[in-house]
């Protein structure tokens, strides 16, 4: 069998006589062999003058040859002459109906096998890859839920012991169809753990893979290879047989998800079973299998004149008309789009991770990597429930906690508008050619179509769900999503009928890559077996008009014929009886036209006309083509549409519409980027950490202001940045959260002395707005630390990256410690290197205060032979001036007279220092000092019973004390 003899069944025998038709010679089946051709309906031959009778009775079931119909092409000239009906086919036994012979028939068996078989084996051998991938990546993988391992007590718990290849194969393939896995604990009543009360009974939902998709595909290719050989009719056997291949499709699915089920152990001990064997695999399996068979066994009705089902669904869909077209057309480039940037978005996956295994699991991650990237270029959202208690929480591309760089969703946005445009630029070119369905009355079902599918699809194939017995988790699109679409498929419709015309005149250079969304003729044959078939379900498809005399009839029980070229074996007999249109060369055949030739309105009698598209750009809109006069008169026939050339007024309103609408677009467009890049809570935050970052502290302080005094922000300039090793580093938003009350919270990350700093935040909230279109965010809660120093209570300053802060500028202080106190200022994140002010007195110590250490170094200083020598003066100083009193006591001095007796009792003290006590130890964190002794000598008198009397004596003291460093001068004060 090959596509030489293509629709010989619908070519007609080359006349005997040109003019007169014939009569085709009935040709006896083999003994013992039925006919498979459809019986026609008998209607008596017309009479031509002296027409040439055969001998002996013969039904006749020619039909008089009709009328060459210009509109539709011509059959192949090289097509051979298919066998002619039998004249007289018995009629069929009445024990069953057509339809339920045709179901059991060899060639409908041999169909649903070649669906299930082609379906379920490329899906199979495709999950080898992702198989591949999870056996070599073992343990690290999780398919369950993570309270499982809580359940068992505190010990090792390893999810993938006890999986082999066979189980990893069998879960890619559950994975990939879109199904869902269950953990089924297998703890034994004697168990103490009660593990389906602890939550670890779970069903997780995969969305749906490239597996999936490969599992369509399969059974649509098994179904249309063998039902366009077969003649299978798709009214009603090839329904009701899609719907039983998906069903043991999903049988066979579901039994080796069964037999693959995986034991979880701990140690040698299965504790639970992880199946792929669930209500959702075998409904998932089911819906895949069922939509993949019913496509094949469809365009083996309607588009059989392919070799493969990938050309007939070509032929389809560029042969349908109205909003299926447009449908078909749109979902087909974006669903282009949707795989690419599936595949970038596991490319970037890989790389980021530098795991090269990723890439083999393509089969059950490319499709959900597509959708996240193809929802948010989209501008739609993916949603995150958690319980049904729980407000969902979305992520768009508009979000300020999109954790990602956007800048290539952007981009896919921008590419996703061009296609758009491009589609609406096609649908206007079919528009131009095809008025009938061209019409404000129309433009709502497309846009409903597609918002059904994009529902359908987001519900069922793109949703992850974890169901527990305590909690149910969900991530996939949000639920208005689908409205996001039939936006977008308004605008395209809108754009078709308002100025897209006018644009596709006025710019012939785009004419080859808009040909393609014009209307293509339905070769006639076609038409003829779909009606011969009884395919049509009321007026759709719109395939045409059949032939003369094809009408349809029901199977006749027997064998099916070999296939023959352009249709089906078990379509119309051939002849010109059947009224089909013979080959280019005979008679009746239709005239070819020439590649130059203008193009000719295609009307088929019975439907409303249209005109096929010529191979130059037109130069003007063309006007809609009438319909058939054949067709003025059959009831139902579609009116034709009338289309006027526009005038100069409605031009400029179309192209005023066209630059409003485009200037919206791109104000849109604009306005989201800005948003996005400049305006956000995030960019604000962005700006102000990396401000931080990079040492501009007066740039933070413009962007934020810091919630302290003037006096207390000293250490919050630049001068306090340019330490060595001050600033952060690595400092990025990790996350943002918007609050209840609107505000944004953005979690910080940054590296500081090493160690990574990730509980820092910062609250942004609005101010009014920006250019009266932005919000204006700023930042409610900056972000500043505090430093505590410690010191020695001689310093009243302190020296902080190179700017000198005292008490004043603290925010607070301690002097609790006798010999040590500390003052605490405000800064920004960072390490920060404290010493003392220069003095000539001592030397200081360079100790380190971090932002990110709960305490610091304590400041130390050495003192100089230089604050000895001032002490020793000082000391010196203050020992003459004690020995000029005449107390006995002199006050606050290191020397005195002390007596068991009054003091009362003596009087008129003369001090004289004979040795001066010297400096022999100093103290720089109490600031005291310590001496040698010293000698005095004094001269007093003394009350006795004779009276006042002279006397004399000599004293040794040590001169300790507290000094003070103030304005470069030292000061001493004796200890009592």
């Known amino acids: 069998m090959n596509d030489a003899t293509v629709l010989s069944s619908h070519t007609p025998t080359t006349p005997a006589q040109a003019g007169v038709p014939t009569t085709p010679t009935p040709v006896p089946p083999a003994a013992g062999q039925p006919t498979g051709a459809i019986p026609m309906p008998q209607v008596p031959l017309p009479q031509t003058a002296a027409p040439t009778t055969p001998a002996g009775p013969i039904p006749s079931t020619a039909q008089p040859a009709a009328t060459a119909n210009p509109a539709q092409p011509a059959a192949a000239p090289d097509a ?84 082999n290849f066979f189980h990893y194969l069998v879960f890619s393939l559950v994975i990939g169809l879109g199904g869902a896995s269950h953990t089924n604990p297998s703890a034994s009543p004697s168990d103490s753990i009660d593990l389906f009360s602890s939550g670890s009974s779970n069903l997780i939902a995969y969305p749906l893979g490239l597996t999936g998709v490969v599992l369509v595909i399969g059974a649509a290719y098994g179904a249309y290879m063998v039902a366009r050989t077969k003649g299978i009719r798709f009214k009603f056997a090839g329904l009701v047989s899609g719907f039983i291949s998906g069903l043991i499709s999903a049988l066979v699915i579901t039994l080796i998800a069964a037999i693959g089920q995986a034991p979880i152990v701990d140690g040698t001990t299965i504790r639970a079973h992880l199946t792929g064997a669930t209500w959702r695999t075998f409904l998932m399996t089911f819906l895949l299998g069922t939509i993949g068979s019913l496509v094949g066994y469809a365009l083996a009705q309607y588009a059989s004149d392919s070799k493969t089902v990938f050309r007939a669904f070509w032929q389809w869909s560029h042969r349908t008309r109205g909003f299926v077209r447009s449908t078909t057309e749109v979902l087909f480039l974006q669903l282009a789009l949707f795989l690419v940037a599936a595949i970038v978005g596991l490319f970037a996956m890989t790389f980021h991770v530098n795991q090269g295994l990723l890439l083999l699991m393509f089969p059950i991650t490319l499709l959900m990597i597509g959708e996240f990237v193809f929802t948010w270029a989209t501008l739609g959202a993916m949603s995150l429930t958690q319980g049904a208690d729980q407000l969902p929480q979305t992520a768009s591309l508009f979000s300020t906690n999109l954790d990602m760089t956007v800048w290539p969703i952007w981009l896919l946005f921008v590419l996703f508008l061009a296609i758009t445009c491009w589609t609406a630029l096609r649908a206007s070119a079919r528009n131009m050619y095809d008025s009938a369905y061209m019409g404000w009355q129309h433009i709502w079902k497309m846009p409903v179509a597609v918002m059904i599918f994009w529902l359908l699809s987001n519900v069922l194939f793109g949703t992850i769900g974890n169901a527990s017995s305590s909690d149910t988790t969900t991530i996939g699109p949000a639920m208005w999503d689908f409205l996001i679409m039939g936006i977008w498929a308004v605008l395209i419709e809108i754009v078709a009928m308002t100025f897209g015309p006018t644009i596709v005149v006025s710019a012939p250079a785009l004419w080859p890559i808009l040909v393609g969304g014009t209307v293509r003729a339905t070769p006639q044959p076609v038409v003829d077996y779909i009606y011969a078939s009884g395919a049509m379900f009321g007026k759709w498809p719109t395939w045409g008009t059949p032939s003369e005399g094809v009408t349809a009839r029901p199977f006749d029980g027997g064998p099916n014929p070999s296939a023959t070229p352009g249709g089906p074996a078990n379509g119309p007999a051939g002849g010109p009886g059947d009224g089909l249109v013979p080959p280019a060369g005979t008679a009746g055949a239709a005239p070819v036209p020439s590649p130059d030739a203008a193009p000719a309105a295609v009307t088929t009698p019975g439907t409303a006309a249209f005109t096929a598209a010529p191979v130059t750009a037109p130069s003007a809109i063309p006007a809609a083509p009438a319909a058939s006069p054949a067709a003025l008169g059959v009831p139902g026939a579609v009116p034709a549409a009338t289309a006027t050339a526009m005038t100069a007024q409605q031009k400029r309103t179309a192209i005023i519409a066209g630059a409003v609408v485009g200037f919206l677009v791109l104000f849109g467009v604009v306005y989201a980027v800005l948003s996005s890049a400049l305006f956000s809570a995030k960019s604000v935050a962005n700006s102000y950490v990396a401000a931080i970052a990079s040492g501009d502290f007066d740039k933070a302080n413009d962007i934020a202001k810091p919630a302290v005094d003037q006096d207390k922000a000293a250490l919050l300039t630049d001068k306090a940045s340019e330490g060595e090793n001050t600033r952060i580093s690595n400092a990025r938003i990790t996350q943002t959260t918007t609050n209840a009350d609107g505000s944004v919270t953005a979690q910080l990350s940054y590296t500081l002395g090493g160690k990574e700093i990730t509980s820092d935040s910062i609250k942004m909230v609005t101010n009014g707005g920006k250019f009266l279109i932005f919000k204006n965010w700023t930042v409610a809660e900056p972000l500043v630390k505090t430093i505590k120093v410690s010191m020695p209570d001689l310093l009243d300053s302190v020296v902080v990256n190179g700017v000198t802060v005292s008490a004043k500028n603290s925010i607070s202080g301690s002097d609790d410690s006798s010999s040590y106190s500390y003052l605490e200022f405000p800064v920004y994140p960072g390490t920060y290197k404290v010493t003392a002010p220069k003095s000539e007195y001592y030397s200081s110590s360079t100790v380190s205060a971090s932002t990110n250490a709960d305490s610091n170094d304590t400041l130390k200083l050495t003192s100089t032979d230089k604050l000895k020598s001032a002490i020793d003066k000082e000391v010196k100083s203050a020992t003459d001036k004690c020995a000029a009193s005449t107390e006995a006591e002199p006050e606050g001095c290191p020397f005195g007279y002390s007596s068991y007796y009054s003091t009362s009792r003596y009087r008129n003290f003369k001090w004289k220092v004979k040795n001066y006590a010297t400096v022999d130890d100093i103290d720089m964190s109490s600031s005291t000092f310590s001496t040698k002794e010293g000698d005095v000598t004094m001269n007093y008198e003394y009350h006795s019973s004779d009276g006042w009397e002279p006397d004399d004596g000599s004293r040794s003291f040590t001169a300790n004390g507290h000094f003070t460093i103030a304005d470069g001068k030292v000061s001493i004060s004796f200890a009592n």
């Open 80 to 163: 051979q002459p298919a066998a002619a009906a039998p004249s007289n086919p018995a009629a069929p036994t009445a024990t069953a109906s057509p339809m339920v012979k045709e179901l059991v028939s060899q060639g409908n068996m041999q169909a649903i096998g070649a669906s299930i078989g082609i379906g379920v084996i490329a899906a199979i051998v495709l999950s080898i890859l992702p198989a591949i991938a999870l056996n070599s990546l073992g343990s690290s993988l999780n398919f369950g839920s993570s309270d499982l391992s809580s359940a068992f007590d505190d010990n090792i718990f390893s999810l993938t012991n006890g999986m």
